[in-house]
Each structure stands twice: as structure tokens, then as C-alpha cells.
DNA sequence: TACTGACCATTTTGTTCATATAGTCATTTT
DNA sequence: AAAATGACTATATGAACAAAATGGTCAGTA
């Protein structure tokens, strides 16, 4: 073959969905950047949703790569988890497309980019719950349902990251880490 | 004097209020009600978001006489505080004023509604904060900051209570206090 | 056979205009 | 004189309609 066009597509809509977002990018627009006819998009895709939705897996995949990457077999199971956090944050703020979908969902509420942005929650969340089970099973925490365990960690930090700064002075990295070994590692109560 | 005007309005604005939501409540609407001339509405209140939020202090107040009455001294500190933000939430399903507003907030976004919602999370952190604090005197908890960790178990319980049933069937009463208490209270690593 | 872009049915957006509403203030009532 | 009122105004809202844009199709082309 001469020219993948699949990839083409692939690589005209994730630019475009990265500089104007789900709503405002056409398919007209991408059939142009991808120097394609825009039929040949629905050879490839069923529709527009579809090619978002792969897109998305993409994401999600080089998420998981990155996240593979940070992981450090000696350390503890809550630095590991406050590194990898603190990896996707970076990465999200460093690839236009999820900036350009979080502000989207934000301001206008997009369906589409609703359901994906909750698609990538749950992708981390299974995530997480892999290595809690890991964590469990090397006795590192104690025995607990690791579904639950996971979700309740991965709240705590969006909570901490985004939440707390609404009405006081954002916490530091360091303070986070801190803060949830403090409280959900060693717990409240007195030893 | 003959009549409390002053009175007579904010019942009426109340009823309006609970009935239609803030958007949908007009100041004649409330004039009519409160059997009174619009201009009066004025010489008490210098908008309708000042009539507004007198009517939520006073949600407030009476929302902490909930929750005072709801203490139990006898009663461990996350006992208390379990059986207080069940009781918060009873209230909450309880009275026809906080269920529209929350139906308003959530499908209309309305600005002021937001406000108000907002004045009354931060006044609950508020109230939680003194109790922390208390059960740190008292020895019932350890060290911490007593604002943060309000905002923890806050956060923590409302996910646990209203995110977690998006993707999962919702926790019975008793499983939240369990898992609050394992989690929080008692920390994730092994004793 | 793979690809294309003119075409169509729907949605979305822009515009106009009548109605509704928050807030004022001259007048009336007490 | 003080308090209360409701007609009045400037602005906001939204209904109704028209125009433009857009997702998806399919007959035709290379």
C-alpha cells in the first residue's frame, strides 16, 4: 500500500480534537487534514464517536505505558501510588488533548467527552486495583475489597489536588503525600 | 405592630423558593404571597440574592441544631460524626427547600444556587473542624490538621455516598461506616 | 475495489421581537 | 412623617423563524 489512510485519520483527528475539542472539531475538518475524502473516514470508522473513542484508547494505552514507567519495585506501595499520580497529572498537563478535553467538559458539558473522560477514570481505577491487590498479597496493607480501596485512594487525591485549592492555597506534592500517608496509611486513631 | 412584613416575606420567599427554585421565583411571585407590595420586599432586602441568602442562614441554623441534637457524648468521634452526616443527609431528603436546590444546581448550574451550596459545605467544614479539634484534645484522634481533616472525611464521605454509586450498586449505611472506619480511622498498613 | 465529494436530513447557530422580570420611585396610606 | 405600594423602566429571557453548518450516505469515479 501506498499511504496507510486508517492512520492518516488516526493522526488529522487527534490533532484536530486536540486544538479544537469533540464539538468543534467537523469531519470535514479532519477528512482535510488528513488529505482524505471524507467517505473514506466512514470505511474506517462508524462514526464520529467511534473515531473519538479510538483515539481515546490510545490515550489510554500510552497512560498505562507511562504509568508501567514510574513504577518502582522498591519502593513502598503508597510512593508508588503518589508517583504514579503525580506522573498522569504531569501528563495531563503536558498533552494538549486532555487539557482541550477537561476544560471542554468544564465549560460546555459534552456528552461524548463525558462518557470518555469516565472511561479514563475507570481505566485507572482497574488500574489501581491491580497493584492494591499486588500490595495485598505482598502484605503490604492489610486485607480490604480492592475495588472499593482503590477508588476511595484515587478520590482522596483528586480531592486534595483539585478540590482543596477552591477555598484555600494549593497543597504542595510533598504535602499530598504526606497528608494521605498520614491519614488513610496510618489512619486517625492512636496507635 | 400589626403585622411582621419582614416576616411575612421571607415565609413567603421560603415557600416560593421550595416550591419553584431560585431562578423561578419572582419577586412579584413572593409580593403576592407575603401579601404585600413589591416595593416592601425592598425596604428589607436590598436584592433578591440578599432575600435569598437570609433564608439559607437560616437553613443553616437550623441544620446545626440538627446536628448539635444529634451528638452524642457517650459516643466515639467517628461515631458521632457518622451518625451526624446520616443525619444531615435525612435532612437533606427531608425538607422540599434543599432538594430543589440541589435539582437546580445540578440541572440548571444556577450561579447563586451554587453559592449557596457552597456557603453550606464550608459551613459544615466549619462545624466538623471544632469537633477534630475536640477529639484531638480530648486524645480520641491524633495529631492533625483539624481543618484538612475535616475536609477528608467530608470528601470521603461523599463519595463514598454519591460517586460510588455511579458505577457500582450504592453502599448500605452500615458499609460506609466500615469502610470509613477501616480506611480512615484505623489506616490501610498493618498493625 | 477503494475512494471520493456532492448531496440530504438534522442540528446548530444567529436574529428578531414580544414577554417577563428585577429593581426604582413618585404617589398613597397609615 | 414614616411606611407601604404598584405603575413604570431598563434589561434579560426565550419563542419563533431563517440561515448556516454538520454528520453521515451513496452514486459515481479512478
Redesign the interface.
Known amino acids: 500500500m501506498a499511504v496507510d489512510r486508517k492512520k492518516l485519520i488516526l493522526e488529522a483527528a487527534a490533532k484536530s480534537f486536540s486544538m479544537f475539542g469533540y464539538k468543534a472539531t467537523t469531519m470535514d475538518q479532519v477528512a482535510k487534514i488528513a488529505n482524505v475524502g471524507k467517505g473514506t473516514i466512514y470505511t474506517f470508522f462508524k462514526n464520529k464517536e467511534q473515531l473519538f473513542d479510538e483515539i481515546i484508547t490510545g490515550l489510554i494505552m500510552e497512560m498505562k505505558l507511562e504509568a508501567d514507567a514510574s513504577f518502582d519495585p522498591n519502593s513502598t506501595f503508597m510512593d508508588n501510588v503518589h508517583r504514579t499520580i503525580m506522573r498522569m497529572l504531569e501528563y495531563r498537563k503536558e498533552h494538549q488533548l486532555t487539557i482541550k478535553l477537561f476544560e471542554e467538559q468544564k465549560e460546555m458539558g459534552t456528552l461524548e467527552v463525558k462518557e470518555v473522560i469516565n472511561r479514563l477514570e ?1 481505566a485507572i481505577l482497574n488500574y489501581m486495583k491491580g497493584h492494591v491487590q499486588e500490595a495485598i498479597n505482598k ?4 486485607q ?1 475489597d480492592p ?3 482503590s ?2 485512594i484515587f ?2 487525591y483528586i ?2 489536588i483539585f ?2 485549592e477552591k ?2 492555597t494549593p497543597l504542595q506534592a510533598e504535602e499530598i503525600a504526606l ?1 494521605v500517608e ?10
Open positions: 475507570n502484605g503490604e496493607i492489610k480490604c475495588e472499593l480501596t477508588f476511595i478520590k482522596l480531592s486534595l478540590d482543596w477555598n484555600h497528608t498520614r491519614s488513610l496509611l496510618e489512619g486517625l486513631s492512636i496507635r
